[in-house]
Nanobody, 126 residues
């Protein structure tokens, strides 16, 4: 399974970006896909996850109400709509997929994911 993330860029604070992640390769059966981010000098942290079967979602508190994760199952893709961006959102954003079936979306630890994309950089200027 390969994950390809896109949509990053440079924006001013208060503006929006939409990240996309497309899965390809062998038949894709992952129930849970998520986004993580890593700012310079910091650990990679959880941002959001979605269960593609139940539409259950989980967000880190710092993005709740500003970011929306969604999935397009027909395209094996997941998107992250990021609104009201802040300078502290600046990071490389990675999409990830957890192998197999699940009924939850509460997978917030990077060790819970089996496949990773290459990352797309988001820079928010003040």
């Amino acid at each position: 399974v390969q994950l390809q993330a896109s949509g990053g860029g440079l924006v001013q604070a208060g503006n929006s970006l939409r990240l996309s992640c497309a899965a390809s390769g062998r038949p894709f059966s992952s129930s849970v896909m998520g986004w993580f981010r890593q700012a310079p000098g910091k650990e990679r942290e959880f941002v959001a996850a979605i269960n593609r079967g139940t539409d259950s979602v989980t967000y880190v508190d710092s993005v709740q109400g500003r970011f929306t994760i969604s999935s397009d199952n027909a395209k094996n893709a997941v998107c992250l709509q990021m609104n009201s961006l802040k300078p502290e959102d600046t990071a490389v954003y990675y999409c990830a997929a957890r192998g197999g079936y699940s009924i939850s979306s509460s997978y917030t630890d990077r060790g819970m994911y089996d496949y990773w994309g290459q990352g797309t950089e988001v820079t928010v200027s003040s």
